[in-house]
């Protein structure tokens, strides 16, 4: 036996003493309830459990003779009943009757407006539920109410619309003469696309995006000189190569354009400010199937020389067709141009003489 | 370094000269396209009419307005208020101070004077003018008449104006017949009324006794086709616009005949007539009584309408299930389907144009007026309401009248009219309920 095992032989039987005698394993009183009971006799409970006392069966109750016979019973007489006094009221002898009230003759009482037929609910006239649009499945916007909840001062226009395009009046201090101030004014807005009574509420989106605006005009910039000596041969050289590329070597000076072409911008600002006046309306579908090509000769401060607007050519149209589209494109040359077109003058050349094909196939009836 | 870039530079230039050479298209002038364009009224003057004569004064404003009333009726002209007018008419002889009329931006101008002359006779001249060009649209016109007879010299007028800036044949001076409606809408009371286009001077050509339906001008304007209930079945009568004489037209025995239709010949009469269950469409010569069957299927087929030359006819049927459109020759025939858009189509109507067909379609619950090419293509719907139906077109193919019926038992019906644009929607004002409008052409 080796000392380990001695130790631990040891440390077991300690251990198991201090568990035995040190309490480890009292266990604690488990709570109880505690009830007082009190030791009675036989008699006692005798008498607890005994039946009430049962009252007494005879008791003393004065029950009514009899009656004898032939001896009528007797019957309660009423007394005479007396009137309650009532007051009367009083009459007077003096009371004269009601006036005889004035008679006048009324109408026949006022008729109400019944009708026979039942009222009827009148429907929107534009029922929005109905009218989906029947190429798409998702539903149409909701149109706002037209009609504010709340009366509302009309807003101040812009403009005031009227037949003719004016601008504000600005008075003028170094002026001599005042000149009265005039109200700015505008033609109403007219409209490029005809919208059917059955397409209106279709339409869920624009078809067609607002056209951009033209560039503006840019201002001339100035040619750059050359100041160096050194640089003059070259420079002629270039220029001879750009004015034989342009084709200024080709005939007289006099018969073509001097100085630069328009570029693309400033003669889209042309072709719409003609095409803002280039009324189709009133066309017929003969005309409006005819194109013509008007020249116009251009003085330079833009506007229009109207005598000498010509019919050039035409084509897709008879005689009266020809005269009424003929008639259109002038009017609109002459309207728009007026005051005088947006065109630089120093490309006067380039815009001097002009000729304008109106081609109404996209405003035609079909 | 310099020369280098400057040389770069040229070559540049050099490939892009094309271009700009392109751009200036050599050395003719600067040419532009115009390919699009405003829809709008063009804005007109028309002052009051100079009254030359005492008894003209009242005359003359009055001719003036409803000369303006049928030009802007059209939505294709604006009147200019005249309360804008610079200048003032005061002789028909003056002459025009153009730039007072361009200032106001009227483009056209119409002047006039009236007069009554020793006889009673009424006679107004105008002139038309164009006012930025500064001349005359055509010569000046007179036309003499009756003063009681004045509404008709006024749309005359009209019609010359209108024919002249718009290069379309005229159609103001002309009438419509149609079917005048009274009472609730379960005991309606119809009759067969006439009026001026613009719904003036009704005058009633039947009785309220017996249910009239569907009267048809004929080419010339004199008489009428109708249908009535008189003998308790439909039958087809012919009346005599001028004494009012009327006669059944003799159309095979059968059940019922109704839906009948001029041919443009005035004599040959194209209609339905039910007979055994079954409804297909007939012929018949008014002048000898010669008739002809022209269809014979076993389903409904029903309004036809000739072509302008009388060559076709158009109809409706339900052979392929639905009511759709049909085209086959007057002589009757294999018919060709030209409508195959969804819905219901029917009544058709061939325009006087001959390009167009009108019709009525039904289509998720709303009606619509619409017109298609005679191949069946371009279909474009002009109107949708809860009721539209029965279209006919005016003298010049310009203007679609047709019927439009509110919803409800008080719904009332009306007749409205339309630009085949689609544009300017508008109301022909009755006095009562008028459904089943039939355009006159034009008066002589």
Redesign the interface.
Known sequence: MNAGQIISGTAHVGLLAAAIFGGAFKAEPLPFEVTEVTAISSEEFALLVAPDQEPDALANIDTPEPPEAGQSPDVPVSVEETPPETAQPEVNEATQPDPIPEVEELGPPPQAEVSDEAPVLQPPEEDVAVLLPETSPQPAPQEAPRVAPQPIAQPEPDVRIDDVDQQAGEPDEQAEQSEPETEETAQEEASDRIVTEAEKLEAAAPERSVRPKTRPTRAAEAPETQTAQESQTDDDAVQAALQQALGANDGPADSKPSGPPLTAGEKDGLRVAVQRCWNVGSLSSDALATTVIVSVSMAEDGKPVTSTIKLLDSSGGSGSSVKQAFDAARRAIIRCGSKGFDLPIEKYAAWREIEMTFNPERMRIK | M??WI?CL??FA??FA?PT??L??E??????????????????YAIPDMVAETAQAEDLARQISRVIAADLSGTG??RE?PRN?HIARVTNFSSPVQFADWK?????ALITGGVSVDGSGKLVVRFRLH?V??GEDIGDGLQLVGTTDGWRRIAHKVADQVYSR????DPYFDSRVVFVAETG?KNARQKQIGIMDYDGENVVYLTGSNSIVLAPRFSPSGNNLLYTSFESGFPKIYLLNIGNLSQQELRTPQGEMSFSPRFGPDGQTVVYSLTSGGNTDLYALNIANGQGQRLTAAPSIETAPSFSPDGSRIVFESDRSGSPQLYIMSSKGGDAQRISFG?GRYGTPVWSPRGDLIAFTKQ????F?I?VMRTDGS?E???????LDEGPTWSPNGRVIMFTRE??????RAALHS?D????N?RQVPTNTGASDPSWSPLLQ
């Open positions: 310099r020369k400057q530079t040229a230039i050099l000269a700009f050479t751009a200036q050599g050395d003719g002038p600067l040419r532009i396209e115009i390919t699009e364009g405003v829809i709008e009224p063009l804005p294709l002209f200019i804008a200032a106001i931006n009227a483009q164009d930025f060009a800036l718009t290069g379309e609730p969804q289509s998720k619950g709303r619509h619409g371009e474009r719907l002009l109107t949708a309401s809860f509110t919803q409800g038992a008080g719904g339309v085949i644009t689609g544009r929607l």
